[in-house]
C-alpha cells in the first residue's frame, strides 16, 4: 500500500484530504508543522509527501531541500492556496515533482499521485543524474526550433556546434531550456547513440563529489560498501552534461581539469587509470567570466569549458515563439494527462503574451500542464490559468521592446532612488540583467 506523509496546518481541510486518499486505499500521516514533519521522516517511510507551501514554523520550501537532501527519491507535491507562480517555479526549480493549487478536484490529486509513483519521482527538475533516455522519449523531448530572430540564431549555434566535438558551455536564466539545449546538441552529434549523463553540480556536496565524478572501490572509505562507476565512466563515448558548474567548489574544480586534461580518471582507492572519451556540455546561468575576475573559478578551467559558448535566450524575448511552444507543451500534457484538449482561446494566447514568464520555458510548461489537468472543454480559457494572469494590465509596456527598455529603467531607477536591487525588483527581472542593460545602454 502506498504510504503518503501529508504536511497541512489547515486540519479541517487535511482531515477531509487524508479520508478522501484512505477510500482510494491510500495510507496516510498527518503532520501539522515542519518539526512534526521532521520527526516522522525519521521514524517511518513513504511514498510520497503532500506538503503545503506555508506553515505555522516555516515553509514547505525548507521541508523540500531538506527531503532533497536526505531522501532524494522520495517524490514531493506541493500544495499552496495561493497559486503563487513564482514559489511554484522555485519549488520545481528545488526538486519537487509537481504542484497544485488549492482548492483541487478529487481527479487531480489522483493523476499527481499516480505521475509521481509511475516516474519513480523523477522529475525534470531532479537534482541526481539522469539517465539516458530511450529513442521514444528522446523524440518525445526534441528541441523546439522557434522562429524569432534570437531562437534562429540559437538554432544556427547549435547545428553548427553539433557535429563537433568541442566542449560547449551554455548560459541563461533558469528555466530557459539549458538542458534540452545540450540534449539536443548530442541528438545531433556523432555520440547520439551514446549514453547522455546529466548532473547538477549544486547538488553534490564537495566531499562527495570526487566519488560522483571518479567512481569509488569498495572498502576506500566509510559507508563505500560497494565498488560504484562514476558519471565520467558512465559517460565514456557519449556527452556528459555539468548543469550548473559554477556551484563546484575550487577543489572539485581541480579534479575536473584534470581529468579533462588527461582524459583518464583514477575511482578512489583504486590505483588503475580508466581512459575515458567524453564530450562535456557545461550550463550556468551565472557569469562565470565575473567568477574568474573573482577568483571563485579557475581561469584555465573557463577556457577549457568555453570553447564554444550558446546564450539560451529569455522567454520573453521569444514572444513570437509562443504560439509554438504552447502546442508543444499541450501536446505532451495531453499525452502524460492523457486528455484530448484542441487548443486555445485568443484571449488565453494574449496573456501568454502580456506575461513577463519569470520562470521561463520551465514555468510555461507548468501552466499548460495545470491548465490542461483543469480543462474540461475542447479549449483552454483563461478561468484555468494562475491567479497571476488575472492581474496584468492590459497596456503594460513589455519590457523586451526595445525602443522602451531605456527609458523603463530609468524610471524604475529613480523610482527605487538608484537602489539597483529594487530597481530590478521593480522591473521584474534579476539584478545581473539589469546591470548587463546599464552597460548595454551606458546608464550611470
Known amino acids: 500500500m502506498i504510504s503518503i506523509l501529508l504536511v497541512e496546518d ?4 487535511s482531515v477531509m484530504l487524508e479520508r478522501f486518499l484512505k477510500k482510494k486505499n491510500y495510507q496516510v500521516q498527518i503532520a501539522h508543522s515542519l518539526e512534526k514533519a521532521y520527526g516522522m521522516l525519521k521514524s517511518a ?24 537532501e536526505d531522501i532524494p527519491s522520495l517524490p514531493i507535491i506541493m500544495m499552496t492556496g495561493y497559486a503563487e507562480v513564482p514559489s511554484a517555479v522555485k519549488a520545481m526549480k528545488l526538486g519537487a515533482f509537481d ?77 530557459t531550456g539549458k538542458e534540452v539545449v ?7 552529434s556523432h555520440r547520439k547513440n551514446e549514453p547522455f549523463i546529466a548532473v547538477d553540480c549544486g547538488a553534490i556536496p564537495k566531499e562527495i563529489a570526487a566519488s560522483e565524478f571518479f567512481g569509488h572501490v569498495k572498502g576506500s572509505f566509510t559507508g563505500a560498501v560497494t565498488d560504484k562507476s562514476g558519471h565520467f565512466e558512465a559517460a565514456n563515448g557519449g556527452t556528459l552534461f555539468l548543469d550548473e558548474v559554477g556551484n563546484l567548489s575550487y577543489e ?3 579534479q575536473l581539469l584534470r581529468a579533462l586534461q588527461e582524459r583518464k580518471i583514477k575511482p578512489i582507492g583504486s590505483n588503475k587509470e580508466i581512459e575515458v572519451d ?24 573557463y577556457h577549457r569549458l568555453n570553447e564554444f559558448s550558446i546564450s539560451v535566450p529569455r522567454l520573453s524575448d521569444r514572444t513570437e515563439d509562443l504560439p509554438i511552444f504552447a502546442d508543444f ?37 507548468n501552466v499548460i500542464k495545470r491548465a490542461v489537468l483543469l480543462t474540461q472543454n475542447d479549449f483552454i480559457t483563461p478561468e484555468v490559468l494562475p491567479s497571476v494572469f488575472t492581474q496584468i494590465e492590459p497596456k503594460e509596456v513589455r519590457f523586451s521592446t526595445k525602443e522602451h527598455e531605456k527609458e523603463l529603467i530609468i524610471r524604475a531607477l529613480k523610482e527605487a532612488s538608484n537602489n539597483k536591487t529594487q530597481a530590478a525588483k521593480l522591473l521584474k ?4 540583467t539589469l546591470y548587463n542593460k546599464l552597460k548595454e545602454y551606458d546608464i550611470h
Open 45 to 68: 517511510k513513504f511514498d510520497l509527501i503532500f506538503t503545503d507551501l506555508r506553515l505555522p514554523d516555516g515553509n514547505g520550501l525548507e521541508l523540500l531541500e531538506k527531503v532533497r
Open 182 to 188: 545540450a540534449k539536443s546538441i548530442h541528438n545531433y
Open 329 to 365: 507543451f499541450l501536446e505532451r500534457s495531453n499525452e502524460q494527462l492523457n486528455k484530448k484538449i484542441i487548443g486555445f482561446t485568443d484571449e488565453t494566447i494574449e496573456m501568454f503574451q502580456d506575461y513577463r514568464w519569470p520562470g521561463n520555458l520551465r514555468e510555461f510548461s
Open 429 to 432: 527581472i534579476t539584478r545581473k
Open 278 to 301: 567524453i564530450r562535456l556540455i557545461t550550463a550556468t546561468n551565472e557569469d562565470l567570466q565575473e567568477a574568474v575576475d573573482r577568483g571563485d573559478f579557475r581561469e584555465d578551467l
Open 99 to 175: 504542484y497544485i493549487s488549492k482548492p483541487f478536484n478529487q481527479e487531480e490529486v489522483l493523476n499527481v499521485i499516480n505521475n509521481a509513483v509511475n516516474s519513480g519521482g523523477q522529475s525534470f527538475a531532479h537534482p541526481k543524474v539522469k539517465n539516458k533516455p530511450d529513442e521514444e522519449i528522446v523524440e518525445k523531448s526534441s528541441f523546439v526550433e522557434g522562429v524569432s530572430a534570437a531562437s534562429k540564431k540559437l538554432n544556427e549555434f547549435v547545428s553548427l556546434v553539433a557535429p563537433t566535438d568541442m566542449s560547449v558551455l551554455i548560459t541563461g536564466e533558469s528555466g
Open 252 to 254: 572539485n574544480q581541480v
Open 10 to 13: 489547515d486540519v479541517s481541510f
